[in-house]
């Protein structure tokens, strides 16, 4: 399912509360924070079974193209089974909540202290987005 906000404003301090239920037998998602399709500052993409990777969580930021993945090797998603992530950011840092509670970061790449384009694919259904 592919699911996209648009002129939104998420700001640094914010925090981004999701809601979403992954699809049994899902492969993948990505839930993408940036300014548009071809400026993402953050993409998060969990990996059941994909592009030679397995339950593996894999960061990236596209800019002109893509730059180096990050691999997070703590995997605590379940086909099938709703979840919930907080992702907040400064101008260095994105923080994810992972369930379970795990916390993980990824560098802000850009630097920026505001995004308005939120977009998610893959075998994902978000139930709910809130920020605060």
Not at 2 to 11: A, C, E, G, R, Y
Not at 70 to 99: A, D, M
Request: overall charge neutral; hydrophobic content about 35%; charged content about 20%.
């Amino acid at each position: 399912m592919v699911f996209t906000l648009k002129d939104m404003s998420f700001k640094a301090g914010m925090e981004m509360k999701i809601t979403a239920k992954t699809k049994p037998g899902c492969d993948s998602f990505a839930i993408n924070i940036g300014h548009d399709a071809d400026a993402i500052a953050l993409h998060f993409n969990p990996r059941f079974n994909s592009q030679g990777d397995t339950n593996t969580i894999v960061c990236n930021s596209k800019q002109g193209g893509w730059g180096a993945e990050h691999r997070e090797p703590c995997f605590p998603f379940e086909q099938g089974e709703e979840f919930k992530l907080t992702i907040s950011f400064n101008n260095e840092t994105f923080y994810i909540k992972l369930p379970g509670g795990t916390m993980m970061s990824f560098p802000n790449r850009f630097g920026d202290d505001v995004f308005k384009h939120v977009h998610t694919a893959g075998d994902v259904r978000i139930s709910s987005i809130k920020i605060n």
